[in-house]
């Protein structure tokens, strides 16, 4: 998803595709919450309306005009504000670098997981902070992302490109789900690993969830870019 105070449009796009599964009904309701608390407008598919009843029904791009990696770069040339998560995150990539930039993993990434910011950013805090947030993911960023176009901002000792932020540019990519509480992420998990059990062994602190409660603060932050 997407937001933006330029150009007369003050609000989130959620783009999300397919149907109202996991955890992102959960994320529609907090976004409605805090964009009425903005004054904003809040924009999604008419399946999560009913979590988000201050929003506004819309079309995916995947029905209308194009694929995400097109509405980025849309996004990336009118100068509007992004914050791409997971799948969203790699697509950012892949329109700056091409799909070289994004590769499968090794094994999956799960669980809660700790992450480093390497340098000072207006999102994610202070070189050297560290956060705990849910990672659920098979392919990743790779440090191929070109140098010119983006910088890398968190990583994590199983992943080398959590977040990065496109130069000059109110637009990141992160790769966790700040926005999942515990509760909600331990149930995804547990759901995941009882249809797969191959994937328990990877997932990371599944009986002691650690968080940050960093969701809150990380939607502020981008809300508050002039």
Known sequence: WGGSRRRSFRGIVCDFEGPSVGCLPKLAEILDRNCAAQGWGLYAPEAYLPQAPGGRAMVPSALTRGTLERRLREALERDRSLLGICFSHQAL??????????????????????????????LFGKAGDRLWGLEAHFDEVTTSLPPEKAMIIMRSDTCQVEAFRVNGKNAWGVQG?????????KQMLETLAAEKPELRPYMQNLDSPRDSGYWQTLFRRFCDLD
Do not use: S, Y
């Open 93 to 122: 990539a892949k329109v700056l670098g091409g799909a070289g930039c994004v590769r499968q993993r090794p094994a999956p990434e799960m669980g809660w997981v700790e992450q480093t910011v390497i340098r000072d950013d207006p």
């Open 177 to 185: 789900h700040f926005e999942e509480t515990p509760e909600n992420g």
